[in-house]
């Protein structure tokens, strides 16, 4: 239910024209990044209670391809609102994408050898 509120949210967020928003979007690159960022964190999440017994690597390509299918969607709807498709925007969303996973293995991984170690 978290993911689907901030999934509704952020796409809401990115289909605002840009004059309508309160602030700049100076920084529209890192917001890009970490709006992906926490949403690849939350299937993550999600994925741990609700699919036990997934492997790392399907856990992880599951969730990338999730991730991935709301950017690519998130991106091409845009037009729909007066907003613009930007490769830039999709790289930001990627890259985001890319840094949690990547921590996520790495952490779960530390994670594992550490308990084997104290077995």
Do not use: N
């Amino acid at each position: 239910m978290v993911t689907g509120i901030y999934l509704t949210l952020m796409f809401v967020g990115t289909h605002v024209r840009e004059e309508a928003l309160p602030f700049s979007l100076r920084w529209e690159i890192a917001l890009h990044a970490s709006a992906y960022a926490g949403l690849s964190c939350l299937l993550l999440l999600g994925s741990l209670w609700r699919v036990p017994g997934l492997g790392l690597a399907k856990r992880v390509l599951l969730v990338f391809g999730l991730s991935v299918l709301c950017a690519i969607a998130d991106e091409c709807t845009q037009p729909l609102t007066g907003r613009s498709l930007q490769a830039k925007d999709l790289a930001a969303d990627l890259a985001g994408i890319t840094a949690t996973l990547a921590l996520f293995a790495l952490f779960l991984r530390w994670h594992q050898r550490r308990q084997q170690r104290s077995f």
